[in-house]
T-cell receptor
């Protein structure tokens, strides 16, 4: 079956603009998490959605937002882009929320969306 | 807050040899998961192995095995019979039960030399 699909894979934006990234989870998965990866800060948790509800949010400013649709697809939006937002944004999906105590609840990652802010 | 430390920024190993990557973590929780993820140049995170904290037996997946020392809060990854395709960044990650915020270490860049 298809893996986690992220679009677009690469994009370049100008400071002050906004961007929307999309994530389609593996079929049947209802949990979607987002992570930001930068050389300086490493991998940092942005937020997690399950059944269209945001259950956890990381320590990011309000410019970072997201949502999940009834088909479990998720989008994240970054408004008023800054140079420091340049990063690889990774999406991960799982059947249940990642912290569920279940041996079968494997977390799968997409290939990421590379965002460059100039 | 939980933190994950990988003290080896880079490592190298000869093909067919064995290498061990180190990871320590800090938590006051008793129920949690630990993971090793591999990130090749394609940048996709690939799950290598997973350990539930309540399980005393160390997890194994083919050539990959872990040494989980709960009291010492240590979770090392052993790769046996290293292959060129094992060249990648390896991340250790911690996930607390009933929390969805996975914490990653800074990563170890592993190079397998022919």
């Amino acid at each position: 079956k298809a893996g986690v699909t992220q679009t677009p894979r690469y994009l370049i934006k100008t400071r002050g603009q906004q961007v929307t990234l999309s994530c389609s989870p593996i079929s049947g998965h209802r949990s979607v998490s987002w992570y930001q990866q930068t050389p300086g800060q490493g991998l940092q948790f942005l937020f997690e959605y399950f059944s269209e509800t945001q259950r956890n949010k990381g320590n990011f400013p309000g410019r970072f937002s997201g949502r999940q649709f009834s088909n479990s697809r998720s989008e994240m939006n970054v408004s008023t882009l800054e140079l420091g937002d340049s990063a690889l944004y990774l999406c991960a999906s799982s059947l249940r929320p990642p912290g569920s105590l279940s041996s079968g609840n494997t977390i799968y990652f997409g290939e990421g969306s590379w965002l460059t802010v100039v | 807050a939980q933190t994950v430390t990988q003290s080896q920024p880079e490592m190298s190993v000869q093909e067919a040899e064995t290498v061990t990557l180190s990871c320590t973590y800090d938590t006051s929780e008793n129920n949690y998961y630990l993971f090793w993820y591999k990130q090749p140049p394609s940048r996709q995170m690939i799950l290598v192995i997973r350990q539930e904290a309540y399980k005393q037996q160390n997890a194994t997946e083919n050539r990959f095995s872990v040494n989980f020392q709960k009291a010492a809060k240590s979770f090392s990854l052993k790769i046996s019979d290293s292959q060129l395709g094992d060249t990648a960044m390896y991340f250790c990650a911690f996930l607390q039960y009933n929390n969805n915020d996975m914490r990653f270490g800074a990563g170890t860049r592993l190079t397998v030399k022919p």
